[in-house]
């Protein structure tokens, strides 16, 4: 469905469920509402599991991409279970793109050439259960499991055996706002996969119809997205 085909049967729909004195919108007006409706869209499907279903993954797909980073730095606060520093991601040499809006996978590499060793996962953990259990001996980071990583100051730290990681990689969502629907520039139209179109002008719809049940709420929801 192109943009205007949404906006139509959004009118149609928001038409059909209002009094005549209901309160109209503009074509900028229903462009901003849809958009707001595709990130509810999205935000549930992720929410529900990407590869939940066919339905879920083939929705959102053109939405998922995927980046690795091979830049590293060393804290001074976290050890590896051998006592070397952990390793922290260099985001000076390589940002992490604010486009992503949220993670379905990540995994690590180590070594090079003949000792490459790639997909080792990752657990996220918390900073108590790094405290408690890196000197646990039953509970330790290993390739052959999983690598720990935890986030501090918005920066991934891995902690390991001690091994060095070569590559960072991540599979994720990008930010669904970054394609917003109506505007010129990209084209307009909604990228993701028609099989939800219709789920987006129902969730348009609901939106349209909280500025007369609820105008409040449907303020709070449209200022949210002119923020991001």
């Not at 986030?151 to 070569?166: L, Y």
């Not at 909280?210 to 991001?228: H, V």
Request: charged content about 20%; some cysteine.
């Amino acid at each position: 469905m192109t943009c205007v085909e949404m906006r139509n049967e959004a009118e149609l729909l928001y038409e059909s469920l209002n009094s005549s004195a209901a309160p109209g919108f503009t074509a900028s007006e229903w462009a901003s509402i849809l958009t707001v409706a595709q990130r509810k869209v999205v935000n549930r499907i992720l929410k529900e599991g990407v590869t939940r279903d066919s339905y879920n993954i083939f929705s959102i797909e053109k939405l998922i991409t995927s980046d690795s980073h091979t830049a590293f730095s060393t804290s001074t606060h976290f050890q590896n279970l051998n006592g070397t520093a952990a390793q922290t991601l260099d985001v000076g040499a390589h940002p992490l793109d604010s486009k992503y809006y949220w993670l379905i996978d990540e995994y690590v590499e180590t070594g090079v050439g003949p000792t490459l060793v790639s997909n080792i996962k990752l657990k996220r953990i918390s900073f108590d259960f790094y405290r408690e259990n890196l000197k646990n001996p039953f509970r330790v980071p290993d390739a052959n499991e999983e690598y720990w990583i935890l986030q501090h100051n918005n920066i991934p730290v891995f902690i390991t055996d001690g091994t060095a990681i070569t590559k960072y990689c991540i599979v994720a969502v990008e930010h669904p706002d970054n394609y917003p629907i109506g505007t010129t520039t990209p084209a307009g139209d909604c990228i993701l996969n028609e099989g939800i179109h219709s789920e987006i002008v129902e969730e348009a719809v609901t939106l349209a119809r909280m500025s007369i049940t609820d105008p409040q709420g449907y303020q709070l929801a449209m200022n949210e997205f002119n923020k991001n």
